[in-house]
């Protein structure tokens, strides 16, 4: 069964830092992974998703960009970090299908001050 | 734009009580349907999913929803709620032919002993 590894689990940041978390998915190969962002009192929201290396697409304009520089990594970055940033990160996978609909990770708890 | 809404952003109920959250997509092809649920502290799990045949679904713990095609909804319902089942609970959809999942904006649900 596919598992996906996602660290930090808690980071603060200061405004205008750069931000890298990072995403590696087990037991599959070739799955789609997406970026999802979940902030207080609000639903989860899709960032970015890519069904191959290299191929990132964004759901949202932000400050925020993706990449994916191997089969299974999945790096969520940005350059300067916005208080508006802050939030719960969730990597995603569905894996080679979708019968099980999505795995997810564990989530990052960014807050940035 | 497609979008999922879950009608009630907090519910607090007594053991024993019966539970049901309301789910609507706006999605003019066919669709895949989820419940996820978030348990404090947890990651984000299946409960329950529709792709085909029988609209009413059965999930785990007690749990089963009914896709209403007519209406665009995807109600989840527990006959009789634990307080184990505090928790937030996510509505999500997919188009068939697509690879997003559009999540709603939670219900937050809190069960009094």
């Known amino acids: 069964s596919q598992t996906i590894h996602q660290w930090p689990a808690t980071l603060v940041q200061p405004v205008g830092s750069p931000l890298s978390l990072e995403c590696t998915v087990e037991g599959t190969s070739n799955p789609n992974l997406y970026w999802y962002r979940q902030a207080a009192g609000r639903g989860l929201q899709l960032l970015f998703y890519?069904?191959?290396?290299?191929?990132i697409s964004s759901e949202v304009p932000q400050n925020l960009s993706a990449s994916r520089p191997q089969d299974r990594q999945f790096i969520l970055s940005s350059k300067k970090l916005l208080l508006s940033d802050s939030g719960f990160y969730l990597c995603a996978t569905t894996g080679t299908g979708f019968v099980y609909g999505y795995t997810f990770g564990s989530g990052t708890r960014l807050t940035v001050v | 734009a497609q979008s999922v809404s879950q009608h009630n952003h907090h519910v607090i109920l007594s053991e024993a009580a019966s539970l049901e959250l309301g789910c609507n997509y706006s999605y003019g092809g066919t669709v895949n349907l989820f419940w996820y649920v978030q348990y404090p502290g947890q990651h984000l799990q299946l409960l329950l999913k529709y792709f085909s045949g029988d609209p009413l679904v059965k999930g785990i713990k007690g749990f089963e929803a009914e896709f209403i095609k007519s209406k665009f909804s995807f109600n989840l319902r527990k006959p009789s709620v634990q307080w184990s089942d505090t928790a937030e609970y996510f509505c999500a959809v997919m188009l068939a032919a697509g690879n997003k999942l559009t999540f709603g904006g939670g219900t937050r649900v809190l069960v009094k002993p």
């Open positions: 890519s069904v191959g290396i290299g191929q």
